[in-house]
């Protein structure tokens, strides 16, 4: 059997964390696994050395994932086209506008054979269209991709705190090599067949953030929260299966559903967020200015997005939350409609 | 049509806020039921006073619901006979071991229709049996009886921070009948069929609630506590549907399952005193005696008797968070298998 040859393409705070897994795990299994694990690293300056140098020499990646030692058969490559040449697996954890441009890059060289996961955060959705990511570097490689999505904060997975996650797989050959690429006494991977219910969640669970942090920033207490989560959860359900006739009920109860949901609800930056604009009565553009250093955040993205999807369908009130969470953010609406609006009438 | 006669037995915390709910909703539909709502209170002395008569005179019950004003149609009654004789709709929402007492007291008086609803916690289950206290009071009464549960924390519905219930009732028009009696606003009543998976989450819960609180003292953070939640969620799944048939899977997308086990593990007193057993590492019953003045813990009592029940059907292995908080909890077993033992092998 050939064994195969897994690329890692992204480096952040997550990509860092999963390329040591990874890196790991092909030496768990040398039979099934090439031993060198590539990972391509955007160059960046870290106090006048080259990140990919240290990371390298020093295997550890000190600007996204201090203090956490590397194996040393992880390789970090500056060149996309390097970090990619042959690969028979390939492990998409970037941003996701970077995506298409890094398909174009590495379709020449990739193996003929070769599969992708996605651990790519968000969905693309216009007025139009919803698109997966996986299913986009999908088209683009013409390859088969799977996804993976789970209640992961990375620096607890990086902590070796016991968690879980998901993969989701149309093929199940595929879903049960990715599990042994990622699966760990720590990192408990759950393989199922709805590669789209696991992106979707993935997503709109941020939407229903937004609607925990304003009812956080409201002081409304426990009970309220977890109506927010629950009603959320049945949203997040109801689009999957309304747009996507393959979105399956069990997959909320997968760590990419409930358990996902929980964290993002507890901890995160978009319920936290939300709870600033209630408090300081700030617009979100500003507060992504003073807390998230002008970065956009993704849970209000997402509610307009899914917002200018809904209603050329006349289909935003179908999905009371998610509106309610538009409006609130975007139109002005009082935030106390967080309990009042919520429920369908 | 004839108007029910409705009674409420039991005026605890939770029974003084659903007297209030039920009272309001009286008024709220005439046609339905009888003004007058009838509250068995078990008499005691506050401040030299009888507290039926401060609930009479003050519309108000300041040991158990202070500052929470009743409105005047609840009658406090300290006879249960007086307090039942000829109601059609029976509330039941007092400490499960008075069930058996109070159903043979009043079943010569009540109505020959009618009706009842259990909103008592907890189950009995004994090596041979799980014992439903909806259907214990079905037997005893021999008349058709319903339950409620949900992420409800007594205090926070009495201030009317919405939140949403749930009604399991075999039974549509029985259902559709006790929404009207709760429903409100702020209080929102989904009526499912399921009435045993309703009443299976008020007690396994928490169970999962005393595995989240070990988790906390030994400081794994979010992705953990998620992780347990989510497993517990799919041991109550599986709980109620290996011994129970008609357990179905949207039953724990309810406020009685997801978003109950959410606010159970978040707050509370199970998750509360598991996170003290594994900090100070004094065995339960002390901090039975040093936090909950020598009350006992509900979900290590649960734990106890599941494993009880488990046992001699050779299944313990197959629930292996129920099992591993036992094992923690009574056979000193170390805390840290919290992660280590609770995935299936």
Redesign the interface.
């Known amino acids: 059997m050939k064994k195969e040859i897994v690329s890692v393409i992204g480096s952040g705070n997550w990509g860092s964390v999963i390329g040591k897994i990874v890196a790991e795990n092909a030496l768990r299994y040398p039979d099934l696994f090439e031993a060198e694990i590539r990972q391509w690293v955007f160059e960046e300056d870290f106090n006048g050395q080259r990140l990919t140098d240290i990371i390298n020499l020093e295997h550890e990646n000190p600007k996204y994932l201090p203090g956490i030692r590397f194996p040393n058969n992880l390789r970090a490559l500056p060149d996309l086209i390097q970090a990619s040449q042959g690969a028979t697996l390939l492990v998409f954890v970037l941003p996701h506008q970077f995506v298409r441009e890094v398909c174009e890059k590495i379709k020449p060289g990739i193996s003929s054979g070769a599969r992708a996961i996605s651990l790519i955060k968000g969905l693309e959705i216009t007025p139009d269209h919803v698109t997966l990511f996986s299913e986009e570097i999908s088209r683009k490689l013409n390859i088969r991709v799977a996804c993976l999505s789970g209640?992961?904060?990375a620096d607890?997975?990086a902590q070796k705190?016991?968690?879980?996650t998901t993969i989701g797989s149309q093929n199940r050959e595929d879903g049960l090599l990715f599990q042994k690429l990622f699966d760990t006494?720590?990192f408990?991977v759950n393989v199922i067949r709805d590669h789209v219910g696991v992106e979707l969640c993935g997503a709109l669970k941020n939407v229903v953030a937004v609607g925990a942090g304003i009812s956080d920033g409201l002081g409304?207490?426990?009970?309220?929260?977890?109506?927010i989560?629950?009603?959320g959860?049945?949203e997040m359900?109801k689009f999957g299966q309304t747009f996507f006739g393959t979105v399956e009920?069990?997959t909320?109860?997968?760590?990419c559903g409930?358990?996902?949901l929980?964290?993002t609800c507890?901890?995160g930056r978009n319920r936290k967020v939300a709870e600033a604009f209630v408090k300081t009565k700030k617009p979100i553009d500003v507060l992504e200015k003073e807390l998230l250093r002008g970065q956009k955040l993704q849970g209000t993205l997402t509610a307009h997005e899914v917002y200018e999807f809904l209603s050329p369908r006349q289909m935003t009130h179908e999905f009371p939350l998610f509106t309610t969470v538009y409006r609130i953010i975007y139109e002005n609406q009082p935030v106390e409609s967080i309990?009042?609006d919520i429920?369908l009438q």
């Open positions: 209640a992961n904060i607890e997975v705190r016991f968690c879980e006494d720590y408990k409304y207490g426990s009970n309220t929260k977890a109506a989560i629950r009603l959860l049945m359900r009920d069990t909320f109860f997968e760590s409930v358990a996902d929980i964290t507890s901890g309990v009042r429920t």
